[in-house]
């Protein structure tokens, strides 16, 4: 079974920076594509970022691209986001996702599992 765990966020002010982590068990990220999803108060879960299994085969959200860098370890087995230049309106619960998918999805439907969520407020 598949699991996934996020980790890393916490407080930051407006232009910080944070890296989180998700550790992936069960299943190897370099067969397995991972996607970054964010869900802020009373709003959807939007799609941030993924990695395929091919490390190269990346996408951001318009809303991250130039701030955000996704990227993978596999010898940790984990997948990275490190998030640079944060504005208020990245605060969410961010959430890491799998499938077993060569591809990129960017619909929170296609994922198989996901993580329990680590929240990131951005405040002064």
């Known amino acids: 079974q598949v699991q996934l765990v996020e980790s890393g966020g916490g407080l930051v002010q407006p232009g910080g920076s944070l890296r989180l982590s998700c550790a992936v068990s069960g299943r190897s990220v370099s067969r397995y594509s991972v996607g970054w999803f964010r869900q802020g108060p009373g709003n959807d879960r939007v799609f941030v970022a993924a990695?395929?299994?091919?490390?190269?085969?990346?996408y951001y959200a318009e809303a991250v691209k130039g701030r955000f860098t996704i990227s993978r370890d596999d010898a940790e087995n984990t997948v990275l986001l490190q998030m640079r230049r944060l504005q208020t309106e990245d605060t969410a619960v961010y959430y890491c996702?799998?499938?077993?998918?060569?591809?990129?999805?960017?619909?929170?439907?296609?994922?198989?599992?996901w993580g329990q969520g680590t929240q990131v407020t951005v405040s002064s």
């Open positions: 996702a799998g499938v077993q998918t060569i591809g990129i999805r960017r619909d929170a439907r296609s994922y198989e599992a």
């Open positions: 990695i395929g299994w091919n490390p190269e085969t990346i």
